[in-house]
């Protein structure tokens, strides 16, 4: 049964990989990788000076040490991890409603797999692929970013106030950080997932999760009061960026970094159990959906 699950893993993964669609992903996160990479290269002091602006008319600001490549990758990532959620559903909402739009759904339930077996290896490899995006985007992000600007310390804006980072304390939390990402956009696959269950054409459930996903977005960032400590602590999204939380650490009395120390470190794993949580009720349902489901095509 393993034997059968893995060869039919290896399919659904030719099949995601056959497609040119999928590499539009790939192609446009390393369009704006480097783009902005490019501007923060060329007019990176632009963009320093607006963020220090409290800070340059007092104290003289080394802009070049500052802008090296962890800073670069953190600007990155602030900018593109809210974009990524829909190059995600264009593959995980194309699953089953893919397969249904094509007229193969029929053929795929003789396998010698369960409808449960089958949806767990069709989910399993929604999660690789928006692993192997993530990657990707590490590689582009911190990688190409350490190897142009060089590596320093980094200094990350908090309040108002600049915390600084020693750079030998900085590459953990981005492996920590994209780690973290993972669970956030494997949410959001699985999103895409279940609601692929329920649609014939991809467009439908492709739409229906960035949908989603930009509403509840938008309600994770309002304030209000009763609102702030009943709803929006549960939903999903309020959860997604609770990455940003590793670059900061623990200070002293005195105000000094703690090395290798993050700050709120408990509610982060709060958070990533809330997704985890998520994850597990939507592959569930979809699961439970499509083992009821009469497949006519």
Not at 17 to 36: D, E, G, H, N
């Amino acid at each position: 049964m393993l034997t059968s699950m893995w060869q039919l893993l290896r399919i659904e993964l030719y099949k995601i990989f056959k497609r040119p669609r999928t590499y539009i992903s790939f192609t446009a996160i390393a369009a704006m990788v480097l783009i902005i990479q490019l501007g923060l290269k060329f007019d990176g002091e632009s963009y320093l000076e607006l963020l220090m602006s409290g800070i340059s008319d007092s104290f003289y600001i080394p802009y070049g040490l500052i802008m090296n490549g962890y800073l670069v990758a953190f600007v990155i990532l602030n900018t593109l991890l809210i974009h990524v959620p829909l190059l995600v559903a264009l593959v995980a909402g194309d699953m089953i409603a893919g397969e249904a739009n094509m007229g193969t759904l029929r053929l795929l339930i003789t396998k010698p797999v369960s409808r449960t077996q089958l949806m767990l290896v069709k989910f399993a490899a929604s999660v690789i692929y928006t692993l192997l995006l993530l990657l990707w985007m590490a590689i582009l992000a911190l990688g190409l970013s350490i190897l142009f600007f060089g590596t320093n310390d980094m200094l990350v804006a908090r309040n108002s106030v600049m915390e600084q980072i020693g750079s030998t304390d900085v590459f953990w939390r981005y492996l920590a950080a994209f780690g973290y990402a993972s669970v956030s956009l494997s949410t959001v696959a699985a999103l895409a997932f279940l609601l692929s269950v329920f649609a014939d054409n991809s467009i439908g459930p492709i739409v229906s999760t960035i949908s989603i996903v930009i509403v509840l977005t938008i309600l994770s960032e309002m304030k209000i009061p009763l609102y702030d400590s009943t709803v929006k602590p549960y939903l999903f999204t309020s959860h997604m960026l609770a990455w940003k939380g590793f670059p900061y650490s623990k200070a002293t009395t005195e105000g000094q970094a703690i090395r290798g120390s993050i700050e709120n470190l408990p509610a982060i794993f709060r958070s990533l159990g809330i997704l985890l949580a998520y994850i597990a009720i939507f592959v569930t349902i979809a699961v439970s959906v499509f083992r009821k489901k009469d497949i006519l095509s």
